[in-house]
C-alpha cells in the first residue's frame, strides 16, 4: 500500500468553539445497559474451607455501565439522553434507576421479572482483582420489550438528530432489531443519523449506518499491528490498521468508520481513499475502562449538533484522554474539555491518502 501523509493544522480556538455546540443537544441511546459493583477490600488469610483468600469488606461503589455510561457522557457534557433498555425486577434495577435520576438522564427502559439486570461485581483487594462475578439474563428480551422500546424510540427520534446505539453483545441488538431501527430513521423527514458501538458477532446486522466506532480487537487488528505503531514515530501508522479500516468500511457498507486504538489514539476512515490517524491527547493512563464510552458519547453529541466527523473524533478523542486520566468512570464535563485543549499539546492529526491493493 502507497501512502502519503499530510499533517493537518488545528487551531484551539476552533475546538473551543466546536466545545460550546455540544451542550443542550439532544441524543437517544439503545442499548446494552449494565450495572458495575466494585466490591474494595483487605486480605489477611487464606479460607480453612479451600485455597482461596478470604475479603474483608471495607467500601462498595456502583457506576453505570454499557449504555448507562454512554448516557451518563452525554449528560456530563450538557446534553439531553433519553436511554432505551431493559432492566430485571431486582436490587441492581433499583440502584440503576437510582442513578439515572442522579445523573439527568432519561430513563425509558423496560423492566421484565424474566430477565436478570445485567451485573458486573469486581472484587478487589491490596489494588488487584481478585475475581468478577456476573449477573447476565439467559435470554434475549422478549417481543413485548422489544416492541415497547421500538415504538418508544420511534417517538423519541422526532426530535433528535442521532441515535446511538451501544452493543455490548448483551440481546438487544440483532438483524431485525438494526432494520427496524433504520425503517425509523429513514421513516422520518430529517433524516436523523445511526452510530453504533458494535460487537463483532453482530457486524452483519449494522450495515448502512453511519458510523462504527470498533476498538482494535473489535476491528480485526493484530495487537502487534498497534504495538509497531507506537514503536515507530507515533505519525507513522501501520499498514495493518489501514487495511482492516479499508476492509471494514467496504464490508459492513458502513458511511464513515472509526477505529479507537487504545494508546496510539484513533483512525477515521471516510472513504476508500482516504484516513486520519489522531494521536492520543491523554497525558497520564491510569483506568481505561468506559473510554470507548466516552467517545461514542462524544460522536453522538457531536454528529447532533451538526460538527463534522473529524471535529466529532478530535473533541472525542480529548475526553478519553481525560477519562484514561481519571481512576473510576467519572463524566467529563465542558469545562475539564475547555481547559484540556489550552493546556495539553495539540495531536499531530495526519491525513493518509493511499491506494490499497489490498483484496477483500
Ligand atoms: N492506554 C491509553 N493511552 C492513551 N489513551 C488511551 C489509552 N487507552 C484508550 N485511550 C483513549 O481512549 C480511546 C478509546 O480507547 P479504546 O480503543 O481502548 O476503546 P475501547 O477498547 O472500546 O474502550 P472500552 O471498551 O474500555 O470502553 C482511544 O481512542 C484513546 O483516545
Ligand atoms: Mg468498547
Redesign the pocket.
Known sequence: MQSVRKELSLRAADLLEDIDQLSGTNVVILGDVMLDEYIFGSVERISPEAPVPIVRIESEEYRLGGAGNVAKNITGLGGTAKLFGTLGHDGSAVRMREMFQLHGIEDNCFQESERLTTCKTRIIAQHQQIVRIDREPECRPSSAALEFLLREVAEAMKTSNVLIVSDYGKGIVSTPVMHRLRAICEALPHSPRIIV?PKPKNYSAYSGVALL??????AGIEAIACREMSEKRSDVVHRDVLEAGQRLLRELHCKELL????????MLFQSASQAVH?P???RK?YD????????IAVMGLAMASGLPTLQGCLL??YA??I??GQIGATAVTPDQLREVVLSWPIPQVCQHSYKCHCSS
Open positions: 458501538d466506532t470498533p476498538n482494535t480487537k473489535e477505529i479507537t486504538l487504545g494508546a496510539q489514539g484513533m489522531i492520543t491527547a491523554a493512563v481505561v475502562t468506559g473510554a470507548g464510552d466516552t467517545v472525542a478523542n478519553a484522554g477519562v484514561v
